[in-house]
C-alpha cells in the first residue's frame, strides 16, 4: 500500500493530509494509529481527509481523525491547512472566501494569503446537551472533582466538547495530572479537550490543551476558540483577543453570544511524503 500525503501545521498542532478527490478514504483505525506512530510511521496530532462535498452548498467535505484513529469533529487549525492545501491544489485563489464541510457541518474560511486563513467557526454552544456535558442547567461555572480536587470550569462546543480552567501558572505540576482525567471525565458522555488558560490582560490569553484522542499539543484552534468563548462570555476579555500556545498565536474575533466567532492563523506546509503501509501488514 502506497499513500501519498501532505505533512502540515498550525502553531504546532501536526496533521497528515490525505488527498480523497478521485478516491474514497479508506484506511483502518489501526492503520491511522500506525501513520500516528512518531518513532514508526509519521507522526501526527490528526489526519486530515481531502473529500469531495457531500453538501450541496460546499465546495469540499474533509474529514478528521485523532492519533488513536478515532474521529473528531472538528479541529480549527486542520481547517486552516485545508484552506491552505486547496491553495496549493489549484483549488482556491487567495482572497477566496469558501463553504467547507466538516464532520460537524459547514464552516466558511477566507484565504488571507497562501499560508494565512480566516475561519468563521460558527456560534459556540453552551447548552450541556450541546457540548454534551451532564449538568441539571446551563451556568457560566461549573464545580467539577478531579483526581480529588475541585476544579471550576467553563464549558462550550466549538463543534467538538470543551472544558476550560483558568489558572494562575500554565506550567503548575498539578495540570499534566488534571489534563487527562479531565478529558476522560465521566461527566463528559463523548469525552473532551481540557484547556487551561491563564489571562494575561483582556486582549492577551495564553493556554495550553490536552486534547481527547491525542493528548497534549502545541496548538488547538477550537481550544483557542473555547477559552475565548468561555472568558467573553464571563465578561473577563474584549471582543478580540490573542491566545498564545505553545506552538504559537491565535487571533479570536467573537461579540458575544449569538454571534459566529472568528479565527485567524498561519498554516505551514512542512514536506510531501508517500507511507508504504503498516510493517505487520508486510
Known amino acids: 500500500m502506497k499513500l501519498p500525503f501532505s505533512k502540515m501545521h498550525g502553531i504546532g498542532n501536526d496533521f497528515v493530509m490525505v488527498d480523497c478527490r478521485q478516491q474514497p478514504f479508506a484506511l483502518s483505525e489501526a492503520q491511522i494509529r500506525d501513520i500516528a506512530d512518531r518513532h514508526t510511521g509519521v507522526g501526527f496530532d490528526q489526519l486530515i481527509s481531502i473529500e469531495p462535498k457531500r453538501d450541496p452548498s460546499c465546495a469540499f467535505y474533509y474529514g478528521i481523525w485523532n492519533a488513536d484513529g478515532s474521529p473528531s469533529g472538528q479541529c480549527g487549525n486542520g481547517v486552516r491547512c485545508v484552506a491552505a492545501w486547496l491553495h496549493r491544489a489549484g483549488e ?7 463553504r467547507l464541510e466538516s464532520p460537524s457541518g459547514p464552516v466558511t474560511v477566507h484565504l488571507l494569503g497562501p499560508n494565512e486563513v480566516t475561519v468563521d467557526m460558527g456560534v459556540p454552544a453552551f447548552q450541556p446537551l450541546d457540548v454534551p456535558f451532564r449538568a441539571d442547567v446551563e451556568a457560566e461555572r461549573y464545580a ?12 462550550v462546543s466549538m463543534g467538538n466538547p470543551h472544558a476550560v480552567v483558568v489558572v494562575p501558572d500554565l506550567h503548575a505540576p498539578a495540570l499534566f495530572h488534571q489534563g487527562p482525567r479531565l478529558t476522560m471525565h ?11 488558560v491563564q489571562v494575561e490582560s483582556r486582549q492577551q490569553l495564553r493556554l495550553r490543551v490536552h486534547e481527547r484522542g491525542s493528548g497534549w499539543t502545541m496548538g ?6 473555547a477559552a475565548m468563548a468561555v472568558m467573553r462570555r464571563r465578561g473577563e476579555v474584549d471582543q478580540r ?6 506552538g504559537g498565536e491565535l487571533s479570536i474575533d467573537w461579540a ?5 466567532l472568528w479565527m485567524t492563523g498561519p498554516a505551514t506546509f512542512v514536506f ?3 507511507w508504504l503501509g503498516s510493517p505487520s501488514a508486510r
Open 220 to 225: 488547538c484552534g477550537t481550544g483557542a476558540c
Open 144 to 155: 467539577i472533582e478531579v483526581g480529588g480536587e475541585m476544579l471550576e470550569i467553563g464549558v
Open 92 to 98: 482556491l485563489a487567495i482572497g477566496e472566501t469558501v
Open 256 to 260: 458575544g453570544p449569538g454571534h459566529t
Open 272 to 274: 510531501e511524503g508517500e
Open 186 to 196: 465521566d461527566r463528559f458522555p463523548e469525552s473532551a479537550n481540557a484547556g487551561f
Open 241 to 246: 483577543v490573542s491566545v498564545a500556545l505553545p
